[in-house]
């Protein structure tokens, strides 16, 4: 009886496109449901999108979509994605579909009708994050989020509540019992020391907006966004939409989860509200909630709200899907934060990729296909100790690659199978099967058919333990081994000296080409592009003194050009293109080698973005803190000594004069939209 195991990443939100921050988690899935399935396990591997609450709600305001069309779109957009990566998902769950939404449904009304009052109503008056739809207790109003730091809103709303309270004995209790439950072990000790400091009973509905899923029997309520989330685990196997028998039996069949595996920023929400709620419902608790740390670029969090993502589509279209799962597997220390940047990747792809696995793959290859007819030969009896240490390095390896990839250490696993590529180069200079290859006596072809031998061996090994890894090119060097569909083969079946005498060889093809320098110039250069909007050509960049003179509401150059009737004056349609709003600084520096331009990070209430303004000689950075301003929301963005810019600041320019910023009497709220 094969084993079964249930992976899941996050899903993920729909107010941003894609980035490799989301591919990071969704490939580590990947990887480990492929080794699963190698091992014969019976696996599930399921992904998907979360799609309702205020923040997808006002991101689809601003986009002048509905929010049913807005989610549609950028959904699509991450499974496209995945898909063109080859990502080997069994099921992509939607939080707006209706299976889901019924599953919700039931959820609740299992932990309501259970008759302990886990649901009741009551009032929130308290402070809300609206980015991460995070109930902020006990701190006043405009408290920043502990999560993402923006100021929370303050909301009164009538609630039904969930009595996690009644919770934290037994939370405690799961964590100690199973201390696996909670991986790496900072991140129990930190849930540990927060449920220990008490825990106060949740607000599980909404009343203000509609954008969720009705509470049953009281449609005036949606259901809290978390809730709705993180159910989408058990709504994706059949959950209380069991009119479809397969899906029961796929609910009974793979739950619990083996691995929720998450980002760092939400493991309060895995590993102490949805266990909560799972007791709650007397359903079984995941086994396993492992959470990675976040990948960095230019050293802070990768996320739209900092426009500081890089897109996964550039990486493959110029080094390939492998380059990239490689390169965040073996780069990154799991757990931990890691940094990326496109000299590296292309770093770690030549002397890795092309260098190492890939020149080992063609050299063996076409040796055994000069020498031996593309036959692999037969090793001889007498075997000297450096062919033997191959031959024992590479049982090792197989024995630590399993280890460590079973305790999700990537970076150490790979390193170690890289460890007897580097150790067969060796081995092959030091033999120089060439020599050997050019004289026909006896001695000289069996000593060189046992060093094309082992050097095979050690590589379908290598190949074999990477595969759920690299899968594109490892499956190519399979295949030019003479070996066939590389996913049938069963990994718990590997060991040294399976090669066959006489397999035959297929044609030989390099798999990974060596990057030369300009992959990291066309690498950033379609970054840049897309940042700034352009399709195809070039982006103008806007010189530092058009964007300081440019603080007017006159969209710019590279914006759509505002289509002027033939007196020169502007129709109402024209003026509501332009996406004006209330924006609160919450940072300010000077732009180092710019006299003019300060960097600003401004909060627009569902989030925060990076400006560059041409302010800096009528104002102080510290003076703008806090301060109330407008921005054009919907200007495309563009980069300004390396910095990109999200927005343009509305002030008045006058002649010869420094700017003044446009600002308010009354108190605005943060994000409102000026008309
Ligand atoms: N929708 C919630 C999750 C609900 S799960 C029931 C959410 N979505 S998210 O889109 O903001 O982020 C989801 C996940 O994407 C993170 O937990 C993390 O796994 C991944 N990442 C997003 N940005 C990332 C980085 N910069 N670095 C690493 N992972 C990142 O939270």
Redesign the pocket.
């Known amino acids: 009886m094969s084993k079964k195991f249930y992976i899941?990443?996050?899903?993920?939100?729909?107010?941003?496109h894609p980035?490799?921050?989301?591919a990071?988690?969704?490939i580590a899935c990947d990887t480990i449901a492929r080794r699963h399935r190698m091992l014969g396990d019976d696996t599930w591997f399921l992904t998907g999108?979360?799609e309702h609450g205020q923040k997808i709600e006002r991101a689809a305001q601003a986009a002048a979509k509905s929010p049913q069309q807005f989610t549609d779109e950028i959904s699509a957009e991450f499974r496209a994605l995945w898909d063109r990566m080859g990502l080997t998902y069994d099921d992509f769950i939607r939080t707006t579909s209706e299976r889901h939404k019924q599953g919700v449904q039931a959820l609740w009304r299992k932990i309501r009708d259970n008759g302990n009052g886990y649901i009741y109503k009551g009032t929130y008056s308290g402070q809300y994050c609206v980015s991460?739809?995070l109930y902020v207790d006990a701190v006043g109003p405009g408290a920043p989020c502990p999560i993402c730091d923006r100021p929370t809103e303050t909301v009164h709303e009538e609630n039904y509540y969930f009595k996690l309270s009644a919770f934290q004995d037994k939370l405690i209790r799961l964590y100690t019992d199973q201390p696996d439950f909670i991986r790496p072990e900072t991140r129990r000790n930190e849930v540990l020391s927060f449920v220990r400091g008490g825990l106060r009973d949740l607000s599980i509905s909404r009343s203000t907006f509609s954008w969720g899923i009705p509470v049953p029997d009281d449609p005036k309520h949606v259901v809290y966004?978390?809730l709705d989330?993180?159910?989408?685990?058990i709504t994706a196997l059949g959950y209380g939409s069991g009119s479809n028998s397969n899906d029961t039996r796929k609910f009974d069949k793979y739950w619990p989860a083996d691995l929720?595996?998450?980002?760092?920023?939400?493991v309060r929400?895995?590993c102490v509200y949805?266990p909560a709620f799972l007791m709650a419902a007397g359903l079984p608790l995941p086994k396993c909630i492992t959470?990675?740390?976040?990948?960095?670029?230019e050293e802070s969090?990768?996320?739209k709200s900092r426009g500081n993502?890089v897109r996964a589509e550039t990486i493959v279209d110029v080094l390939g899907t492998d380059a990239l799962r490689y390169f965040l597997l073996r780069e990154v220390v799991f757990g931990q934060?890691g940094s990326f940047s496109f000299d590296a990747l292309v770093q770690r792809y030549n002397s890795d990729l092309a260098n190492g696995l890939g020149n080992l793959a063609s050299r063996t290859l076409t040796m055994i296909t000069r020498y031996f007819k593309a036959e692999v030969p037969y090793p001889a009896h007498a075997h000297t100790p450096a062919d033997a240490a191959i031959a024992d390095a590479a049982r090792k390896v197989i024995a630590d690659y399993s280890t460590l990839f079973d305790q999700y250490q990537f970076s150490r696993a790979l390193e170690t199978a890289w460890g007897l590529v580097s150790a067969v180069d060796k081995y092959i200079v030091e033999n120089e099967p060439w020599s050997l290859g050019d004289k026909q006596d006896e001695e000289s072809r069996s000593r060189l058919a046992t060093v094309l031998y082992t050097s095979a061996e050690a590589l379908r090994i290598v190949t074999a333990l990477a595969h759920p890894v690299i899968p594109d090119a490892t499956a190519k060097i399979w295949a030019q081994m003479g070996l066939g569909d590389i996913r049938k083969f069963d990994l718990k079946q590997l060991q040294w000296g399976q090669l066959h005498l006489g397999t035959k060889l297929g044609a030989v093809q390099a798999v990974f080409p060596r990057a030369d320098k300009s992959a990291v110039e066309r690498m950033q250069k379609m970054e840049e592009q897309t940042a700034s909007g352009a399709t195809g050509v070039s982006p103008v960049q806007p010189s530092e003194a058009r964007q300081a003179a440019a603080m007017s509401a006159t969209p710019s150059a590279s914006a759509k050009p505002v289509a002027a009737i033939p007196d020169g004056k502007i129709s109402i349609d024209d003026f509501a293109k332009v996406e004006l709003r209330v924006a609160q600084v919450k940072t300010a520096e000077r732009v180092k080698g710019a006299d003019k331009l300060l960097r600003l990070e401004v909060d627009l209430g569902t989030e925060v973005r990076q400006l560059v303004a041409g302010i800096a000689e009528a104002y102080e950075p510290e003076t703008l803190i806090g301060r109330k301003i407008v921005i054009v929301a919907n200007l495309a963005p563009r980069k300004l000594r390396g910095l990109e810019s999200n927005g343009m600041i509305v002030a008045a320019a006058p002649e010869g004069g420094k700017p003044v910023l446009a600002s308010f009497l009354e108190d605005v709220p943060v994000g409102t939209r000026l008309k």
């Not at 980035?19 to 989301?22: S, V």
């Not at 929720?260 to 939400?266: A, N, R, S, T, V």
């Open positions: 899941t990443t996050p899903i993920y939100y729909v107010n941003a980035h490799i921050g989301h990071y988690t969704t999108t979360d991460d739809e966004v978390w989330a993180l159910a989408n685990y929720h595996m998450i980002g760092k920023e939400i929400f895995h949805w959470a990675h740390g976040w990948l960095l670029f969090k990768m996320s993502i934060d």
